[in-house]
């Protein structure tokens, strides 16, 4: 009888360790699990986020938009009459100067812009203004001639209109047409500017994207990340401005007071200022999982939340001038397109690349860039970059984010070492379309920028690197841990910090490795020589 | 001397399980971490190894805190003392089957070798991983007052860290083998009992302690004045006294009344001066004024060559006692003989009517002497048997018997025998026997 109490309670006893040390994990796993599912259905939290309210304004009744306009500036002149302080609003903004105050590394305060910065497309303005200046809230940008303190030149359509029949057309210099006109395979109206500014609002997708989803001169071809599609885009490409979403507009982001826009596009900015951010509706805080908002002390959100962009039109990943200028026998321009229908060669611009759904590169980023200004020296042996994001992993301000990059191959001066702007447009016999003789397109385009040109010339490789900001996945489609936290992931570009996952010391690795090794092997061998013993 | 020892107790066992679930739950999580495989998924064992080193902190706090209130720190502290048996036992001795160099006790659960590698993961491997683990955790963030660099240095001492951990692991888990039987080890750590090694000095002394605290005789001790120092719990009651304060620092003449005083005086002065008193009868005053009787040891308390005082045992007389006393008297003395035979039939006691009957100048002569020695050869079949009927369990109440006494005389006796029984196992046999050699047969 005492035998068997005794073992009853030492099962006991046993029985209460066991469970005193399984209860603890149990309510762990328990607790998790429960917290867990809590989160995973939680709501998008928003702040401050409040849609544009239109003022209920009907123009058709002013009187003053009933006269008859036979000139846009008319029209420009009549919004005036009553909004007559927006002159000034417009004239300080940078859609109308194209330029932004900068200050460089040496201290000096210059004006940074269209005119004195090149990009790896259609390369620089000077001598190609009225094609250029098509996408200018101006009219008669057609020389650098044009007066930017004419008020009259404004163009308050472009954005205002929401008839959606308003054009420019794009060799105008900013005016729409006067007769009917073709333009490669599309036919331009005059516009009916009684409608137009009878029925003006504020601005819609279809009014920015007018411009900025043909930057390079045709869809998604620069940005990558928005595109015509925008205007009509579902859920699955676009959270935001999902017609089965948010249905929101550019303006809703990005905030508008006394006509400044807010937003930065680094192709061209260059410092951190009147930016958009994620932040100013999500917080910086977003996330219900406290380690993914650690993540945002140096990871921005499109980094995760943008996984691809170019989701439905193609984008342009390099433009290769220097095999431009082909012709067919019987001299006609040559024409080569892919699968999709884009160009891949083209007589006028050269070789393309085109990419969907591309994965973008990842870069630190404070807020600031340095540009390639004309007439700055470059290196004839490396890759010029044209814009260069600033920022790195010790850098506090600085974040990863994801990009597009562009490549280009484009003419440079051989003899001087600077960046080529050439006449490429116009009906004369320099332009090196139609002529497609780049000493006379070099030679006039570097006169009409003021800059020097020694008459020899070749072609250089260039890179610029396009923020990504649009194209929002859903949560689900967002990145997960392991396209970054592993080897192979998607950072494996930057190597200025220990990525867990990703890095690792090969010599300490190998050392634990051997030392585990090590042991199991002392182990086998004493073992055995104790049983061989023992025998 | 070895016992089965309850050496490692319960929080300890919980405490060292815990750990290790932990340890070996932090290293599967951790290692995916890593990169060296993929199993439960990177935000699911980044989340498990969090939760795991929190608990895994809290789990050390407790740890710490039971090893300085229990003193239990003490078993880490290094020692080269056998150190080089030690290594020389796992490297040689192990395998010719010598035995451990070092013996585990309560007091010194741990082998040189053991305390340093120990000591080693408390005070170094751990607090740097803990202290990396929270640098990873907490201190790469830009925002924080004090911040690192990067993880670059932490991680890679963290993994390191890892590594050398699972290598302790390994050898750990390999050299609980080595006790005496192979899963001996890890049972004592399940269990909480182990075989160990016992301090036989120590153990006796605290028998001897504990003997003297426990005993039902009761304990004095007086010092050179006759200042009572000290009395057990037996002595207390046997005084009837509630408390040791109503007796401490008190003078033994109040033990006593003033007729029995002289008496202890004269014993008091011959112990201080060296003499042993095995054992005297007394009379005691008690605290409620009644009397009683007691059987008194004295001897002195030496040290270094000094009397200090004196010390001994009382033993309580009681009536009961006085009254077994009497039966004894009255068996010694009876006209009836009286024998006891133990339980091989061998003779271990007779009184002096027994000796007389059977004609023995003296029991020396017959104790020790199998029973077959009181009878001629043909009645000792008859004897034989009333020895067997009662060792099994029967009392024989009244039997004629013929004795063969020392001269070879032959004389006749009613016999009576019982079993004697200790606990329920019958060690022997007794029993009276009457002469009757002197009626004749008719009157029986």
Not at chain 1, 25 to 48: A, R
């Amino acid at each position: 009888m005492l035998t068997v109490k005794k073992s009853q309670q030492k099962f006991i006893g046993l029985l209460v360790l066991f469970t005193a040390i399984i209860l603890p994990w149990i309510v762990v796993v328990l607790y998790e699990y429960s917290t867990q599912q809590v989160g995973g259905n939680s709501e998008v939290m928003l702040v401050n986020f409040k849609k544009d309210t239109v003022i209920n304004v009907d123009h058709s009744k002013f009187w003053l938009l009933q006269q008859e306009f036979n000139d846009p500036r008319e029209v420009t002149k009549a919004c005036l009459t009553c909004h007559n302080k927006i002159d000034r609003e417009i004239m300080m903004s940078s859609h109308w100067k194209w330029t932004r105050k900068y200050v460089t590394e040496q201290g000096d305060t210059i004006e940074l812009g269209k005119k004195n910065i090149i990009n790896n497309f259609c390369i620089g303005i000077s001598s190609n203004e009225p094609l250029c200046t098509s996408c200018h809230i101006g009219y008669g940008w057609k020389d650098s001639s044009f007066d930017h303190n004419d008020k009259n030149n404004i163009d308050c359509l472009v954005c205002h209109d929401q008839t959606g029949t308003y054009k420019k057309f794009p060799a105008g210099a900013g005016f729409p047409v006067t007769k009917t006109k073709k333009f490669g395979n599309k036919t331009f109206t005059p516009p009916d500017y009684n409608l137009i500014a009878q029925n003006i609002g504020k601005p819609q997708k279809e009014n920015c994207g007018a411009c900025h989803f043909n930057g390079g001169g045709g869809n998604n071809v620069k940005h990558g990340d928005i595109a015509r599609e925008m205007n009509q885009v579902t859920h699955d490409i676009d959270v935001h401005m999902a017609i089965d979403g948010a249905k929101m507009n550019c303006t809703d982001c990005h905030k508008t007071e006394h006509h400044n826009i807010t937003g930065n596009l680094y192709s061209i900015a260059s410092v951190d200022d009147n930016r958009v951010s994620c932040e100013q509706c999500h917080t910086g805080s977003p996330h219900t999982n406290s380690i993914l908002n650690q993540h945002t002390d140096k990871i921005a959100c499109q980094t995760c939340h943008i996984p691809e962009y170019a989701k439905v039109s193609s984008t342009k990943m390099s433009w290769d001038w220097s095999t431009a200028g082909k012709l067919n026998n019987d001299g006609s321009l040559i024409t080569e397109k892919d699968s999709l229908g884009n160009m891949t060669y083209f007589t006028k611009k050269g070789s393309f690349v085109w990419k969907n759904n591309v994965e973008p590169e990842y870069v630190w980023f404070n807020g600031n860039a340095k540009h390639y200004v004309t007439g700055d020296k470059v290196d004839p042996g490396k890759v010029v970059k044209l814009n260069t994001l600033l920022g790195s992993y010790s850098d506090k301000k600085a974040k990863i984010i994801p990009i597009k990059k562009h490549v280009g191959k484009q003419i440079y001066d051989t003899e001087n070492n600077i960046m080529i702007i050439p006449h490429l447009f116009g009906k004369d016999s320099t332009a090196y379309w139609g002529n497609y003789d780049w000493d006379k397109a070099a030679r006039v385009g570097m006169a009409s920028a003021g800059l020097p040109y020694s008459g020899n010339y070749g072609f250089i490789s260039t890179e610029m690197s396009w923020p990504i900001n649009h194209m929002v996945a859903s949560r689900n489609e967002s990145l997960k841990c392991t396209d970054c936290h592993t080897s192979n992931g998607r950072l494996n570009s930057l190597t200025d910090f220990y990525l867990p996952g990703r890095d690792k010391s090969n010599f300490l690795d190998s050392v634990g490795i051997i030392l585990i090794l090590m042991s199991f092997a002392g182990v086998f061998v004493h073992a055995a020589l104790r049983i061989i013993n023992r025998k | 001397m070895k016992r089965k020892t309850y050496i490692y107790r319960g929080f300890e066992r919980f405490w060292h399980w815990n750990q290790a679930l932990l340890i070996f739950f932090l290293a599967f999580t951790g290692f995916e971490i890593h990169g060296s495989y993929k199993i439960l998924g990177f935000e699911n064992v980044v989340r498990w190894h969090n939760i795991a080193a929190w608990a895994l902190l809290v789990l050390i706090v407790f740890a710490i805190f039971w090893h300085f209130v229990t003193g239990e720190w003490k078993q880490y502290i290094p020692t080269t003392k056998f150190m080089k048996a030690q290594i020389s036992y796992y490297i040689t001795g192990i395998f010719k089957g010598a035995p451990h160099p070092t013996h585990k006790t309560i007091y010194n659960k741990f082998n040189p070798l053991q305390r340093l590698i120990y000591l080693g993961l408390k005070i170094f491997v751990i607090p740097i991983q803990v202290t990396t683990g929270f640098f990873y955790l907490f201190y790469v963030y830009p925002d924080n007052p004090i911040h690192i660099v990067g993880l670059n240095v932490v991680a890679i001492i963290h993994t390191f860290g890892a590594f050398v951990l699972m290598a302790f692991v390994i050898a750990h888990v390999y050299l609980t083998t080595t006790g005496h039987t192979p899963l001996s080890g890890i049972k004592a750590m399940i269990t909480g009992w182990e075989v160990i090694d016992v301090d036989e000095k120590e153990e006796r002394q605290n028998n001897l302690m504990n003997a003297v605290n426990e005993s039902a005789a009761g304990y004095y001790r007086l010092n050179k004045e006759g200042i009572i120092e000290d009395v057990n719990d037996a002595w207390l009651e046997m005084y009837s006294c509630k408390s040791r304060d109503e007796i401490i620092g008190k003078h033994y003449s109040y033990t006593r009344d003033k007729k029995n005083l002289a008496e202890l005086d004269n014993l008091v002065t011959r112990v201080l001066n060296g003499e042993v008193i095995t054992g005297m009868p007394v009379m005691r005053r008690c605290f409620d004024g009644s009397s009683g009787k007691h059987l008194l040891s004295a001897n002195p308390v030496i040290e270094e060559n000094t009397v200090l005082g004196l010390e001994g045992f009382i033993l309580d007389i009681k009536e009961s006692e006085k009254l077994s006393e009497h039966m004894y008297f009255t068996v010694r003395n009876s006209g009836a003989g009286y024998y006891r035979l133990d339980e091989k039939g061998v003779i271990i006691d007779v009184n002096s009517a027994w000796l007389e009957f059977y004609k023995y100048n003296s029991k020396d002569e017959i104790v020790g002497k199998h029973f077959s020695i009181t009878r001629k050869p043909d009645d000792i079949d008859e004897l034989e048997n009333t020895f067997n009927t009662v060792m099994s369990g029967d009392t024989i109440t009244g039997k004629i018997a013929t004795r063969r006494c020392k001269d070879g005389t032959v004389g006749k006796h009613i016999l009576s025998a019982n079993p004697i029984t200790i606990g329920n196992k019958t060690v022997g046999m007794e029993g009276f026997i009457i002469d009757i050699s002197k009626l004749d047969d008719k009157s029986i």
